[in-house]
């Protein structure tokens, strides 16, 4: 299984992102797929995670309403959709995924792709 992430870069505050992540080996539509984050000095944080087959979607309180988690089954990527974006959600992004097919940040991802970096200039 491999995981390759793609599409950060460098945005203002209040600008828009959106995070590609190519998956080999799994299917995305009964797999739990999620992104997660890791800014300077911190903890990784999860962020969004999918399960497409059973329209299950999961935010963080920090993110809900912003971001957006999709999955185009047919391409075996998922798409993180970031708007109206702030100076905290700089990070490193990282895509996950596991084979159980249930989002929950209590899960051990069993697969990680390897970073991409978002920086959010205010």
């Known amino acids: 299984v491999q995981l390759q992430a793609s599409g950060g870069g460098l945005v203002q505050a209040g600008g828009s992102l959106r995070l590609s992540c190519v998956v080999s080996g799994l299917t995305t539509g009964n797999s739990a797929i999620a992104w997660f984050r890791q800014a300077p000095g911190g903890e990784r944080e999860g962020v969004a995670c999918?399960?497409?087959?059973?329209?299950?979607?999961v935010y963080s309180d920090s993110v809900k309403g912003r971001f957006t988690i999709a999955s185009d089954n047919a391409k075996s990527t998922v798409y993180l959709q970031m708007n109206s974006l702030k100076s905290e959600d700089t990070a490193v992004y990282y895509c996950?995924?596991?084979?159980?097919?249930?989002?929950?940040?209590?899960?051990?991802?069993?697969?990680w792709g390897q970073g991409t970096l978002v920086t959010v200039s205010s």
């Open positions: 999918v399960v497409s087959d059973n329209d299950d979607t």
């Open positions: 996950a995924a596991d084979w159980a097919p249930l989002c929950s940040w209590n899960v051990e991802f069993d697969y």
